[in-house]
Nanobody, 127 residues
């Protein structure tokens, strides 16, 4: 089992910045990849970014490229999402997720790929 706890959400103005953190505990040695997803009210959950634990290889959704940066600190078993130039349309609950199955053929940005999820943290961007 892997437990994930997000923090760092809040209210920020249009153009502002926030950094989300996701601390992993439990069988962290089994983590292959971690991702951030978000879900706005009335919308489906969508991918934001993902990072491979071994080499920090990253992938981003087009909507956040150039504004968001995902990173990880292996020693702290923590993944971060630095969000700059925030827009009102970034308002959502942000979830981190962990993938422990190296053999899956599901895409890196598919939610079904991920085995463990945090409880989510609210990010609200005011205009």
């Amino acid at each position: 089992q892997v437990k994930l706890v997000e923090s760092g959400g809040g209210l920020v103005q249009d153009g502002g910045s926030l950094r989300l953190s996701c601390a992993a505990s439990g069988r962290t040695f089994s983590i292959y990849r971690m991702g951030w997803f978000r879900q706005a009210t009335g919308k489906e959950r969508e991918p934001v970014a993902a990072i491979r634990w071994s080499d920090s290889s990253t992938v981003y959704a087009d909507s956040v490229k150039g504004r968001f940066t995902i990173s990880r600190d292996n020693a702290k078993n923590t993944v971060y999402l630095q969000m700059n130039s925030l827009k009102p349309e970034d308002t959502a609950v942000y979830y981190c997720a962990a993938d422990v199955d190296r053999t899956t053929r599901l895409g890196v940005m598919e939610a079904r790929r991920y085995d463990y999820w945090g409880q989510g943290t609210q990010v609200t961007v005011s205009s």
